[in-house]
């Protein structure tokens, strides 16, 4: 609570001062009472007039004029308490936004922290040293540990095995050769490696996403909120009808009481609480907003880009089939692999001791273990010299099997099993998307940096309405800019959204009208980049998010519809001077 004080001093200057005026006001000093809400009023009217320079800066008309003039008014006929009042409101329905945004749009303060900014070079004497990103020369050799994020793009001194999933979207490990290509961004899931690098700190492949961020953030249109679009023809009228009962009537109590009468309430608190109330039960069901702005985007969304990885699929490797030669059982052979790879923390030996501990097979020490980086890793295990790794050659006819990834098992140097490995789709994509359509979304569409097979199976099996495979970066940027565009050229309503959950979605999640990231698992950057974060690792969720923000913001239509109707009234009224400001 103090933090709150101590962030939002105005809300409690108002507070303060109000309580003061009317402790005193109670007390028969009138005088001091009218200082106190003279206090509470002028901080209401600085910040009124602070939020419209800002509003007219960024071309839109708010509730903030109407505030600042209502102020104004008041303080000018002596009505200190109704100023204090609205100053107060104004106060609290900002503070309140303030409040439930927090601090969640430091967007590229993520995808910066995440860059390497140190590099393991080696020296003149053989051996590595640690050094600035920005002292490493083209041409340099350097050495990324097991786990480490590749700092800059190079060609391969020795092979290896990297996640690429957060740059390409590919969710099984890539084997690398000696020779070979490795991009930055990426993390070395094997042992040591060491590169020769072609990049330089401002030229590589990272450096370049965040470029094609921070031009993302820059190109974004910025939002038209619901009480701005209210304000834009309230204010208007407002300002037209104190002048006309001036002019008619001549008495300028009139005149202010119609501007008193018309102090936005319903504007400057009643649909922030509307808002902030969906805000609020969105993160209780798994959803993050940052800001009311992106709650009211998304319950209008109707074209949404997807990712596949992480996203419609798990995001890792799972074993999805194991055939064995005949007569050998399957549970041996899971008992044999999963005791052999529990020692190792790849990847994908995590998938195969798992599928071993899901069908409850109890697993055995190994020993004299040997593992050949990107080949495979051997052991014995109860006797057995087993070898678990890649299939070398053609494989037997009893290896019907077609998977994405591909893990053969030896054993006292036959092959007795083939393991299959697939990224599967989540249970609720294809429920998700059904359930985003009775919200409203025309359109789905499935951008995968993954290869034209594998997401051509997965948009078939959710059922997206078109899907675009192989896509980089920028292709992802492109193809949100033209579902932007062609809903302009339609003058359809709405708004395009994009979820992902990797540094490669990160650019589209930051030009999207609205970007969603799935927090849960994916990279930081993405989730900093987003205007919503899905916290728990379901995609479900974001139908959860779409149908709470159609609430929130259905609830402030209605407040401020109502409110407007009751302020017309009261303005009405006080034209005829049955309500006075003055008296």
Known sequence: MAAFLRGYWFVTVAVLSLASGLTLLANHRTDAANWAFGVSALVGFILSIQWLIEAIRQGALGSDVLAAISIAATAITGEWIASSVIALMLASGRALETWAEGRAHAQLG????????EVHLFGADGAPRTVALSEVELGSRILVRSGEVVPLDGTLLTKGTFDESALTGEPLPVYRAEGEEVASGVVNTDGGVELITTQTSTTSTYAALVRLVE????????????????????????????????????????????????????LILA??????????????????????????????????????????????????????????????????????????????????????????????????MTEEHGHGLSGMVDGHLVKVGQPVGALPDWADISEALLVAVEVDGTLVAMIGLDDPVREESQRTIEQLRSLGVTKTILVS????????????????????????????????HAEKAAMNAAGATGTVIAIGDGINDAPALAAA????????????????????????????????A?????????????????GMALAIGAMLVSAFGILNATE
């Not at 993520?110 to 390497?116: D, G, I, N, S």
């Not at 249109?221 to 002019?247: E, Y």
Request: hydrophobic content about 50%.
């Open 110 to 117: 993520a995808l910066l922290a995440r860059a390497p900014r």
């Open 271 to 368: 649909v922030p609480v509307a808002i902030i109330a969906g805000m609020s039960k969105a993160a209780s069901r798994g959803a993050i907003i940052k800001g009311g702005a992106a709650l009211e985007l998304l319950a209008r969304a109707r074209v949404i880009l997807m990712d596949k990885t992480g996203t419609l699929t798990q995001g890792g490797p799972e074993v999805s089939r194991v055939v064995c030669d005949n007569n050998i059982e399957i549970e041996w052979v899971l008992g044999l692999v999963g005791s052999l790879e529990q020692h190792s923390p790849h990847v994908v030996a995590k998938a195969l001791v798992g599928h071993a501990m899901i069908h409850n097979i109890k697993l055995s020490p190994a020993t004299d």
């Open 215 to 266: 031009q993302a953030q820059a190109e974004s249109a910025g939002s038209v909120r619901l009480a701005n679009r209210w304000a834009a023809w309230f204010v208007p009228f407002a300002v037209l009808l104190s002048l006309c009962t001036w002019l008619i009537s001549g008495s300028y109590a009139y005149a202010i009481a119609v501007i008193v009468a018309a102090t936005p309430c319903p």
């Open 546 to 562: 779409v149908d709470i923000a159609q609430g929130a913001r259905n609830r402030a239509l209605q407040a401020s519809g109502v």
């Open 513 to 544: 009208d609205v970007g969603v990231a799935m927090g849960a698992r994916g990279a930081t950057a993405a989730s900093e980049a987003a205007d919503v974060v899905i916290i728990e690792d379901s995609i479900g969720h974001l139908a959860i």
């Open 449 to 480: 940096g993954d290869r034209q097979s594998t997401v051509e199976a997965v948009a078939a099996s959710v059922g997206v309405d078109a899907y675009y495979a192989d896509c980089k970066p920028e292709q992802k940027l492109e193809l949100l």
